[in-house]
């Protein structure tokens, strides 16, 4: 595996241990996990538009909050494709759904800054 995909690997793998932490009411761990995930965005995001992409892959996964976490972090990037997935996530109830909309709202309000360059 080359480490673009090592890189996304990990993102999915730190936002899903996030996203089990905060289910189980560990806030703390869950916090270390997202830290962990925005640094292997972070790293991505130093390969510029090819790190971007490969992320962009993650709109497929299989899992909600893997989806919705890449499609966030990507709006300025890949507009189109980043909000369709929330628009879709949001459409249910819970925590991603929530977290979904709260990602285009500030998107749509103009204060989206989550990729700023």
Same mark, same amino acid.
């Given at each position: =595996?080359?480490?673009?995909?090592?890189?996304?690997?990990?993102?999915? $793998? $730190?936002?899903?241990?996030?996203?089990?932490?905060?289910?189980?009411?560990?806030?703390?761990?869950?916090?270390? $996990?997202?830290?962990?995930?925005?640094?292997?965005?972070?790293?991505?995001?130093?390969?510029?538009?090819?790190?971007?992409?490969?992320?962009?892959?993650?709109?497929?996964?299989?899992? =909600?909050?893997?989806?919705?976490?890449?499609?966030?972090?990507?709006?300025?990037?890949?507009?189109?494709?980043?909000?369709?997935v929330l628009e879709e996530a949001a459409k249910g109830e819970g925590l991603?759904?929530? #977290?979904?909309? #709260?990602?285009?709202?500030?998107?749509? #309000?103009?204060?989206?800054?989550?990729?700023? #360059?």
């Amino acid at each position: =595996m080359d480490e673009l995909g090592k890189l996304v690997g990990e993102f999915a $793998h $730190h936002t899903v241990a996030q996203t089990e932490a905060v289910m189980r009411g560990d806030a703390r761990t869950g916090n270390k $996990h997202a830290d962990k995930s925005l640094a292997a965005f972070d790293r991505l995001r130093a390969h510029g538009d090819a790190g971007r992409d490969a992320l962009a892959t993650l709109f497929a996964d299989p899992r =909600m909050d893997v989806r919705t976490a890449a499609a966030a972090l990507l709006l300025r990037h890949k507009t189109a494709e980043a909000k369709a997935v929330l628009e879709e996530a949001a459409k249910g109830e819970g925590l991603i759904p929530f #977290e979904a909309q #709260e990602a285009l709202k500030r998107w749509e #309000e103009g204060t989206w800054a989550l990729d700023p #360059e």
